[in-house]
């Protein structure tokens, strides 16, 4: 069997004696692309930090391509992240700089191209993402799902072997949403890359992963396909498919006395 480009094993991470990771296992194939989700606070963000080299684990091995993360040199953590595209939740675009210059950063400060070629790899991207004619607009005169598609352009500015997408339908409207997600998975299959994607929007995260991997508090409930997930009859999964107010995850805030003795108490 081929390596798998990711691989947690017994992963455990906490934050002094807080918790927030325990016995994680999971494997990401080279090429595929996986949804990682679950309710606020369940570990999603901890460990995509995890997997850049952020954050080092208190216990078990995280693999990239075989070789520990945690016995990478320097230069082969560098590398590492040079391989990677991060498409953060809102953007992040620089905002004095123009739509040109802000997909040209990563070729500037990471590779030795003269600017010509630079300029056509520029032309090339925003082709990709259907904004070809933008590129001397600043970010303010771009709308909400324009900016987002420029910031993909950046994202896939160098050809990442890896991409991490954090939430990048939040705040989009249907058609925009629509638009983006099926760029992403036209990059994906395009450049051949591995993908992991922070989403709580179902419908089209469903549509475009291969696999699902889903966390409630710190444990993996569940990892396989969008149809397995879909069927599964865990009470963590049906609530947030259905987006039920009752479930494991509790409406109230489990308080230490009751509302009637905190009132006469007063």
């Not at 809102?90 to 070729?107: C, E, K, R």
């Not at 630079?118 to 990709?128: F, G, Q």
Request: no cysteine.
């Amino acid at each position: 069997m081929d390596t798998p480009f990711i691989e947690f094993k017994n992963v455990a991470f906490a934050y002094g004696e807080r918790a927030i990771l325990r016995n994680i296992n999971f494997t990401i194939e080279a090429g595929k692309f996986a949804a990682l989700m679950g309710g606020s606070g369940s570990g999603k963000t901890t460990l995509m930090r995890l997997i850049t080299g952020q954050l080092q684990p208190n216990q078990g091995e995280i693999l990239i391509k075989g070789k520990s993360l945690t016995q990478f040199s320097n230069a082969e953590l560098n590398e590492h992240r040079r391989s990677m595209g991060v498409l953060f939740q809102h953007g992040a675009l620089f905002t004095d700089l123009s739509v040109y210059d802000n997909i040209a950063f990563p070729m500037r400060e990471l590779t030795a191209l003269p600017e010509n070629m630079i300029r056509d790899l520029v032309l090339l991207k925003l082709n990709a993402v259907g904004l070809r004619g933008v590129e001397n607009l600043m970010p303010s005169e771009l709308s909400g799902g324009m900016a987002r598609r420029v910031a993909l352009a950046r994202t896939i500015a160098l050809d990442p072997e890896l991409m991490l997408y954090d939430e990048p339908f939040t705040g989009l409207d249907p058609i925009s949403l629509g638009v983006i997600a099926h760029l992403i998975h036209r990059v994906n299959k395009a450049l051949h890359s591995t993908s992991i994607m922070v989403t709580h929007d179902l419908q089209e995260s469903l549509n475009i992963a291969d696999q699902v991997i889903f966390l409630a508090e710190g444990e993996i409930i569940f990892s396989g396909s969008p149809k397995e997930m879909e069927q599964s009859d865990s009470e963590w999964i049906r609530q947030f498919l259905g987006g039920l107010p009752n479930g494991p995850v509790a409406f109230r805030y489990p308080a230490a006395t009751d509302l009637r003795s905190d009132l006469l108490a007063a």
